[in-house]
């Protein structure tokens, strides 16, 4: 079992005023059904509302502390700005307290200043990138991801995306400089079930170990094959190398080449 390296976290509690009660679902619907299989359980936490669109143009701000956010895989970090607000933004990979923080359309290029896309110099590396202008930031916000920008032209800046897509977005809209924070996220080894418990992740049962009326994997002597041509949901739906987007979908046009 491993776990993420804490060291670089303030130790202290988070602000109340930033934070609120979640009602758990547990991956039931309005009548008590499960929906989503295996979630419920998990440790009790607090929701951290984050300022994904970091509106306060052109008031500087100062890094308070950086804490960890039971709700994201990224660090998070406590902004105080001039006049005394104080917000939660997504802590990029690098940031420390008392670095300056400040949003508007003539900030330096430095990591945690957030600008219009139209003039972040090509090549930079972005995350909380707004999808649609005045929305908030909707791309890049996990832990160790970022954008690269490769090309500004004709109303549009070309985003490199994690997945290696390059896509069009309105340059009128913002995004942040850096990459987002614990980067070694990935490398966690959970170690032990009851890690993903803690989680509010519940068991998951093969297919193949189910009953022939529950899976269409299940039944047989022993270990046995497959028995389908294509893998299968639980439903019997086709997945496994099966386009699922939709052809008609508007926002294609803007896809210049999708991931590998």
Not at 46 to 51: E, G, H, T
Not at 69 to 78: K, L, V
Not at 202 to 226: F, I, L, W
Request: aromatic share 6%; hydrophobic share 25%.
């Amino acid at each position: 079992m491993t776990v993420v390296d804490f060291s670089t976290l303030t130790k202290k509690k988070p602000n109340k005023r930033l934070t609120k009660g979640m009602k758990r679902r547990a991956g039931r619907n309005n009548q008590g059904r499960i929906t989503v299989r295996h979630q419920g359980g998990g440790h009790k936490r607090r929701y951290r509302m984050i300022d994904f669109k970091q509106d306060k143009m052109n008031i500087p701000g100062k890094v308070e502390s950086i804490e960890y956010d039971p709700y994201r895989t990224a660090f998070i970090a406590c902004i105080i700005y001039k006049d005394g607000e104080r917000r939660y933004i997504l802590a990029p990979e690098g940031f420390k307290e008392g670095t300056e923080v400040m949003t508007g359309d003539e900030t330096p290029f430095e990591v945690g200043m957030r600008t219009i896309l139209k003039r972040i110099p090509i090549g930079t590396f972005l995350h909380n990138v707004e999808l649609t202008p005045g929305r908030g930031g909707q791309l890049g916000r996990s832990a160790g991801n970022t954008i690269q920008v490769l090309a500004n032209e004709e109303g549009y800046t070309h985003l490199k995306m994690p997945s290696g897509e390059v896509r069009k977005v309105q340059w009128n809209g913002y995004g942040s400089i850096g990459r987002v924070s614990n980067m070694e996220h990935n490398l966690t080894v959970i170690g032990k079930a009851g890690r993903n418990r803690w989680l509010g992740k519940r068991p998951t049962v093969r297919g193949s170990a189910m009953n022939a009326v529950d899976h269409p994997y299940g039944g047989g002597e022993g270990k046995t094959q497959r028995g389908t041509k294509r893998p299968k949901t639980k439903w019997g739906k086709v997945t496994g190398g099966r386009k699922t987007r939709r052809k008609k979908n508007k926002s294609s046009r803007l896809i210049i080449s999708r991931r590998k």
